[in-house]
Nanobody, 124 residues
């Protein structure tokens, strides 16, 4: 089993920054795909950014590319999402995700492990 615990969410004004963290415990290693997804009220869950298994690449949603940066500290089994130039449309619950076999994509249907989420609210 894998447990994922997110932190770092909060309320900021447009243009501000936040850094999300996801601490992973259990049977997880560098061979796991890890990513960030988000879900706004009334909308479907969408992929934001992900790191491929064994760190072999990253992928970003077009709406966040150039503003968000995903990174991972393998020694700490912790995933990060640095979010800069935040916009009101970034407001959502942000979820950490992990999977032992998922391809490098932003498809939530391929994910087996999810965190509980951390709320990000951006005001204009």
């Amino acid at each position: 089993q894998v447990q994922l615990v997110e932190s770092g969410g909060g309320s900021v004004q447009a243009g501000g920054s936040l850094r999300l963290s996801c601490a992973a415990t259990g049977y997880i290693n560098r061979g796991y795909y890890m990513g960030w997804f988000r879900q706004a009220p009334g909308k479907e869950r969408e992929g934001v950014a992900a790191i491929a298994r064994y760190g072999a690449g990253t992928i970003y949603a077009g709406s966040v590319r150039g503003r968000f940066t995903i990174s991972k500290d393998n020694a700490k089994n912790t995933l990060y999402l640095q979010m800069n130039s935040l916009k009101p449309e970034d407001t959502a619950m942000y979820y950490c995700a992990a999977d032992p076999t998922a391809r490098l994509s932003l498809n939530p249907d391929e994910i087996n492990y999810w965190g509980q989420g951390t709320q990000v609210t951006v005001s204009s």
